[in-house]
C-alpha cells in the first residue's frame, strides 16, 4: 500500500512539472518568486528586483544574446503567461491595443495622459483609447511627461 502511494506521488509530481513547464511563455528560461517570467541566459540575477528566481526551466546555460542581456520582463510581448497574476505586468510586456495610426495619440482614460506613438506606453495602458492630440486636449488630458506629439 505504501508503494502505491509512493508511486502516485511521484507522478502526481512529473505531471506537475510538466503542466508548469506547458504554461510557461515560450522563450522563457525561468520564473520568478512574483510569478513574471524571465529569458535570461543565466540563473544569476535572472530575477533580481523579482524577489529571487522560484524554478528554472533551462538546463543548460545558453549563449547570451541582446535581448538576454537585458533585464528580465513578464513576457515576451507576443505571449501572455498562461495563469493570470495579481500584479500587471509591465508596459514593455503588454500588447499594444489595435488602432492607432498617423495622427492619433494613446489617451489613458483614467490618469488623463496621452502617449505619443512610438513611445513606451502607446496603446498599453490597461485603460485608454486612440484619438487625436486635439481631442485629448480637448477633454483635458496633458501629455505624458510634459511633451506634446506635434512642434
Known amino acids: ?45 535572472a530575477c533580481r528586483g523579482h524577489q529571487g528566481v522560484k524554478e528554472w526551466f533551462a538546463a543548460t546555460a545558453a549563449k547570451p544574446t541582446g535581448a538576454a542581456k537585458t533585464a528580465p520582463t513578464a513576457a515576451p510581448a507576443a505571449v501572455a503567461p498562461a495563469a493570470p497574476t495579481a500584479k500587471a505586468a509591465p508596459a514593455a510586456a503588454m500588447t499594444q491595443a489595435a488602432g ?39 477633454m483635458g488630458a496633458h501629455a505624458d511627461h510634459g511633451t506634446a506629439c506635434s512642434k
Open 1 to 45: 500500500m505504501k508503494t502505491l502511494i509512493r508511486s502516485m506521488v511521484v507522478v502526481a509530481g512529473v505531471l506537475m512539472s510538466q503542466v508548469m513547464l506547458a504554461q510557461a511563455p515560450a522563450g522563457s528560461t525561468g520564473q520568478c518568486k512574483d510569478g513574471t517570467y524571465t529569458t535570461a541566459a543565466s540563473k544569476m540575477g
Open 100 to 138: 492607432g495610426g498617423a495622427g492619433m495619440v494613446w489617451v489613458n482614460t483614467d490618469s488623463k495622459v496621452y502617449h505619443c506613438p512610438g513611445t513606451r506606453y502607446y496603446g498599453k495602458t490597461k485603460v485608454g483609447k486612440y484619438m487625436s492630440e486635439a481631442d485629448a486636449k480637448a
